[in-house]
T-cell receptor
């Protein structure tokens, strides 16, 4: 079972920031938070991951609460092409661990013009 | 670098047949994972191969099998196809020790 919970859907206006929440209250100390997205009928695309510090890359920012029980993915200026299902996943980080990703239902982000 | 490639992209089979899907990982990636995606069950992990060895397996019947070759390319096989096997089959590769996974475009299998 997925160890994360996300609301089923949300929308935002094009050009505005999209803040996608995720709860992972049972996360362990050795688990990262990963975000992927899947645009309709394509393979999932890696976005960002983090352990406890906030992270930023060219696609998004990841804000993890101090207790690590929740996080928020921020798309700073959403475009219509950001319409997709976004998956928040926790997985172990230890060397040699398997690469299995356990996907939940994700959150469907709809960006409106 | 070229991305993960999967062949074929689309496939139509009938019940009882078998099918083989192929995945070529990103150059240098030694881990290949397979996932099945259906509208009802979402994305589910099938198995993972690393250095030609299966190191993790999901909860699928034995009709689903896979292998990995010395060049890290992987194949998965489904025997005795059932209607419920209709799905998008996704392959992902990653570089050890633990890295983000890069997914291919998938193979859309339809079983009639």
């Amino acid at each position: 079972d997925a160890k994360t919970t996300q609301p089923p859907s949300m929308d935002c206006a094009e050009g505005r920031a999209a803040n996608l929440p995720c709860n992972h209250s049972t996360i362990s100390g050795n688990e990262y938070v990963y975000w992927y997205r899947q645009i309709h009928s394509q393979g999932p695309q890696y976005i960002i991951h983090g352990l406890k510090n906030n992270e930023t890359n060219e696609m998004a920012s990841l804000i993890i609460t101090e207790d690590r029980k929740s996080s928020t993915l921020i798309l700073p200026h959403a475009t219509l092409r950001d319409t997709a299902v976004y998956y928040c996943i926790v997985r172990p980080t230890n060397t040699g661990a398997n690469s299995k990703l356990t996907f939940g239902k994700g959150i469907t982000l709809s960006v409106r013009p | 670098k070229a991305g993960v490639t999967q062949t074929p992209r689309y496939l139509i089979k009938t019940r009882g047949q078998q099918v083989t899907l192929s995945c070529s990982p990103i150059s240098g990636h030694r881990s290949v994972s397979w996932y099945q995606q259906t509208p009802g069950q979402g994305l589910q992990f099938l198995f993972e191969y690393f250095s030609e060895t299966q190191r993790n397996k999901g909860n699928f019947p034995g009709r689903f099998s896979g292998r990995q070759f010395s060049n890290s390319r992987s194949e998965m096989n489904v025997s005795t196809l059932e209607l419920g096997d209709s799905a998008l089959y996704l392959c992902a590769s990653s570089a050890p020790p633990v890295g983000e996974q890069f997914f291919g475009p998938g193979t859309r299998l339809t079983v009639l």
